[in-house]
């Protein structure tokens, strides 16, 4: 798919330095390095970084499924943080499970390597 240029990165997914990889039909990769500014005190990965990562990128595959040309938006999300993040990078990679009139239900993985960070779901209304 070809994505339409300024509607795959947000002010704010560039402010914590998503990278968008891929988009496709439902599904969708974002990437992200951690820097300095997004450690939490104890020197990890911030959880509200990561769950910026998964929203992003639900998001994306929300428009992957319905188009570009129509928008859809989170109304519920549940997270489950698995293991910490010390240094690196982490892929998160989230899928449509369910494409419906009004409402979206996906689920994404936060992966570093082969080690699953964390498990999401969540559900967006498409306007």
């Known amino acids: 798919m070809t994505l339409p240029e300024g509607l795959t990165q947000s ?6 330095g998503c990278r968008v990889e891929s988009v496709e039909d439902g599904i969708a990769h974002v990437a992200l390095s951690l820097e300095p ?3 939490n005190r104890g020197g ?4 509200g970084v990561i769950f910026s990562l998964v929203d992003i990128t639900m998001g994306l595959a929300c428009s992957g499924a319905h188009g570009f ?8 999300c549940k997270i489950n943080y698995l293991r910490s993040v010390s240094d690196g990078d982490v892929l998160c990679i989230a899928k449509v499970i369910h494409p419906g009139r009004r ?6 993985d936060v992966m570093q390597g082969d080690k699953l ?3 999401a779901q969540g559900t967006f209304a498409v306007l």
Do not use: C, Y
């Open 37 to 39: 500014q997004l450690r």
């Open 117 to 119: 960070v964390a498990k």
């Open 69 to 76: 040309d129509r928008q859809s938006v989170t109304i519920e």
């Open 103 to 108: 409402t979206f239900v996906v689920e994404a």
């Open 11 to 16: 002010a704010f997914s560039e402010l914590i």
């Open 44 to 47: 990890k990965m911030h959880g």
